[in-house]
């Protein structure tokens, strides 16, 4: 076992990729990644994160790295509801996220302790190779040269296996560029990664120490053998291109194709517009006062952070969730604070800073690191506008309906030809991983990257041909693949409309059988996309985001006015409210819950309601004021048995009572229901099912506590089936008995928005479906086509 990793972020996104990268450094190290709230907005969530320490905790501690401050906070409350024991074995670095991660997997990897990975993590903020000499043993007691055989040489993966392999021994160990001089420690794998020795260059490995002779002869076994590469063996994603310059020779002759990547679907013609930047303008010299500069560039980050604060609460949120932790890199601050110190002005200190940084990711062979350049130049062209003006480090905007040209993209690049509308994206270099390429595809720009320098050669205006599916660029195309493009982009468009009328239409099955497809929401915002998705309604509203990460409970009067918000933004649909559902995987500090206690298997959902009538009081006179303005249900959740639907049922009517006699406006909720999520509830349905008007299966729990498997744990995910005979059987037993009673079945977990789960679940007798809002129109869709 190894000391577990947890990544705690604001975004969800960015957690999970800086997981998936610090995976590649090492073997048996468990990373688990704790990014974005429940909802899947930007923020933190207090029990992902005790969760995730928990998972990552397997007996030798776990180090928590987190993006920004207020994510250091909720995993320092998370700490606090750890067993005294656990707690000793759980520390917080003071670490960049992803150098610190990369650095203690790596760390962990080679059987490290938990105190060993804290300071190996909370070492890699530097990043960069020491200048030659400052890493090269004066008086080795040992040294090996070696040609590196592998093609990308010392990459993420192979710098990570020489730390581990060096756990163990003591020796001060270095590798140098016999070529250049550059050298690094090779117990860091940031710098050794930025040595940028890629392959057929010669390395010396030098050490000094007790196990000096050992050490040396580890790394160059590991060298000669190309670190388990083969020879010709390079990772699926190619390398990050150097900068493209613009080609010298003739623009391509008309009908020329050009072929690169295909990263975002889809085919345009139009007018090509070259994107051209702005080269900042700043002061030369030294002789500024330190602490002025100082200043003026604190507010300039400080306006900079607002802006991405604004960007990062947005659909697109996570790429600039995660350049707000660019924007305070402790690199790029040390080398803009010496710069500072040498007397240069705060825009030429930054932009010598971000510079160098850029520089030395892009030089990386290893693309997700040289991915990230283009990032770092778009957090400094955003500091550099406030500090020098907005044109300082702007494009101009090209027309509307032009696929743009560029040597490569940024992700404001993206963003603002996409408020320009233009029709696509052609580049010369590129790499489908980078984040301008992710947001190009949330929006659904077509893109075309890695065209070379010849797609800078063409004239602006020129009429080109994109191919977003099969990586194209058509010059000047003949009539003839015009005539074939224009049509192929009439299908294309058809079929799009095609969907989105069937989205708006209330749900059917081709014999025209009625079924509601609807949402599931905790926010206005998911409310409001629900309803653009052609949602009919809400079919579970969760309430645990009023409760979650608080230490105090939600009044009455908040309650009403967060779910009214949501109700409003369904514009007359109606809407489901699901009762707290608190325990288990959603722990609220408020409520003081215990993990055992409050588990899975102890009190939680309606038990816990029940047991707690100082919560579920204020909770459904809530939703009864809420009634009297809106088409409003409610839905009790985790109900095993009878009378606990009858002792919900009987509390609602209390708190109808009582609102009456206090003469506070209230309504009856439209429905009552429960959520079968108990295979007992689905085995023997019929008492049940006559005292509720609906039943919701939560597909996610039912199949859980039915097959005996946590769908979050690898090690029994095989277990985890929806398509399993037993869940079929129980949904089928339920609709039976429903269907006796007068009373609908609906399925609301993640099974009602697969469109092969929804076909089989309607079969099954399910007349309602309720789903994340984007995959509301591919359910019609097949819907439309399915028989009952």
Known sequence: MAV??????????????VAELAGEMAEGV????????????????????????????????????????????????????????????????????AEGAIAAAATAGGGASLAEVLAAAEAAGGGAAADAGEAVLAEPDVRERVVLPNPLGLHARPASHVVAALRNLDAEVHIARTDTGAGASARSVLDVVALGATGGVEVEIAAQGVDAVEAVERVAAMAREGFGEAAGEAPVEEPEPAPVER????????????????????????????????????????????????????????AARDELEQLAAGPEGAIFAMHLVLLDDPALSAAVDEA?????????????????????????????????????????????????????????????GAIVAASDLTPSDVTQCADADI????????????????????????????????????????????????????????AERRAAATAAIAAAEAEAEAARRVAAEPGRLADGTRVVVAAN?????????????????????????????????????????ELAEICEAMEGRPVIVRTLDAGGDKPAPALDLDPVRHGFLGQRGLRLSLARPEVFQPQLRAILRLAAAYEVGVMFPMVTDVSEVRRAKAALAEAAAALEAEGVPHGEPTEVGVMVEVPAAAVAPQDLVAEVDFCSVGSNDLIAYTMAADRTLEEVAEYYRPEHPAIDQLVAWLCDAAADAGCWVGVCGEMAGDPDHAARLVGLGVRELSMAAGSIPAVKARLRETSP
């Open 247 to 302: 080609a010298s020779d003739r623009p391509p002759a008309a009908g020329t194709t050009l072929t690169g990547r295909a990263v975002v679907a889809g085919t345009v013609i139009g007018p090509l517009a070259e994107l051209r930047r702005a080269v900042p303008a700043v002061p030369e010299g030294t002789g500024f006062d330190p602490e002025e500069q100082r200043r003026a560039l604190a507010a300039a980050r400080d």
């Open 340 to 400: 500072l110190d040498e007397g240069l002005a705060a825009s030429a200190a930054w932009l010598r800073g971000v510079t160098a940084q850029e520089e030395l990711l892009a030089s990386m062979a290893d693309a997700a690191f040289a991915a990230r350049a283009l990032d770092v130049r778009d957090v400094g062209d955003r500091v550099l506008r406030q500090l020098l003006g907005r044109e300082a480090t702007g494009v101009a905007a090209p027309p509307a």
């Open 521 to 561: 929401a905790s926010s206005p915002v998911e409310a409001r996309r629900a309803v653009a998705e052609g949602a009919e309604g809400i079919g579970l509203l969760r309430t645990e985001f009023l409760y979650l990460e608080r230490t105090d409970l939600p009044s009455e009067d908040e309650q009403v006015a």
């Open 30 to 97: 468990t990373l688990v990644a704790a990014g974005g709230t429940d909802d899947g907005s930007i923020g933190t969530s207090f029990d992902r994160v005790l969760a995730a320490i928990t998972e990552a905790d397997t007996g030798e501690g776990a180090l928590v790295l987190a993006d920004l401050g207020s994510a250091e906070l909720t995993a320092e409350q998370a700490f606090e509801f750890l067993d005294p024991e656990q707690a000793e074995r759980v520390a917080l670095a003071n670490a960049p996220i």
């Open 423 to 478: 029709a696509g994206f052609a580049t010369a270099a590129g790499s489908q991983t980078s984040h301008a390429a992710i947001l190009a595809r949330n929006l659904g720009i077509p893109l075309v990257m890695r065209l070379g320098p010849a797609v800078l050669a063409i004239a602006d205006g020129t009429e080109v041909i994109l191919d977003g599916d099969a990586g194209e660029l058509v010059v000047a195309p003949d």
């Open 4 to 17: 577990g990793i947890v990544i705690v972020s604001h975004s969800d996104l960015l957690a999970r990729g």
